[in-house]
């Protein structure tokens, strides 16, 4: 049985939104230019595990990802349309640096985040970034952070 599913057993009755970083998480992302989204490579496993566990009927499962120019959110968008449609197109928020004055990722998924302070779900999030799960956990004590090593067996 693999980790993070055991994991979120603990939270049995308990509404849970967990959010996922893309980059180093479900693509691999030293496959190909930044710009060139539909080039990354898929990380199957991760995908495969993140299918099954959005079939868990307390399981509301986002993305959040940040792509550093506008034009990326449509790339991101197809690539998950592609290789995780299983992520709901209503739980995608993929931040744009551009459009946010080139603020750093982890400042911006920390500031997307502030908005589930006093929701009443068990938040998780899984990033590969220590920087931005610093940046979250300085932000909202709330939160539950995973590195996205808790996608390996």
């Known amino acids: 049985m693999m980790y993070l599913k055991e994991y979120l057993r603990k939270f049995e009755g308990k509404k849970i939104k967990l959010f996922v970083d893309m980059d180093g998480v479900i693509a691999d992302y030293i496959v190909g230019a930044a710009r060139d989204y539909d080039k990354k490579r898929p990380l199957y496993?991760?995908?495969?595990?993140?299918?099954?566990?959005?079939k868990m009927d307390n399981i509301e499962l986002h993305i959040l990802s940040v792509t550093r120019m506008t034009e990326g959110f449509e790339q991101k968008q197809g690539w998950l349309d592609k290789y995780a449609p299983f992520f709901k197109k209503e739980n995608r928020a993929i931040l744009s640096r551009e459009a946010n004055?080139?603020?750093?990722?982890?400042?911006?998924?920390?500031?997307?985040?502030?908005?589930?302070?006093?929701?009443?779900?068990?938040?998780?999030?899984?990033?590969?970034?220590?920087?931005?799960?610093?940046?979250?956990?300085?932000?909202?004590?709330?939160?539950?952070?995973?590195?996205?090593?808790?996608?390996?067996?």
Do not use: G, H
């Open 101 to 153: 004055n080139m603020e750093e990722s982890a400042f911006l998924k920390a500031k997307y985040l502030q908005k589930y302070k006093n929701d009443e779900s068990v938040i998780i999030v899984i990033d590969d970034d220590p920087r931005v799960l610093k940046e979250m956990q300085n932000s909202n004590d709330k939160l539950i952070l995973l590195k996205d090593t808790a996608l390996v067996d």
């Open 45 to 54: 496993d991760s995908i495969n595990k993140l299918e099954e566990i959005s």
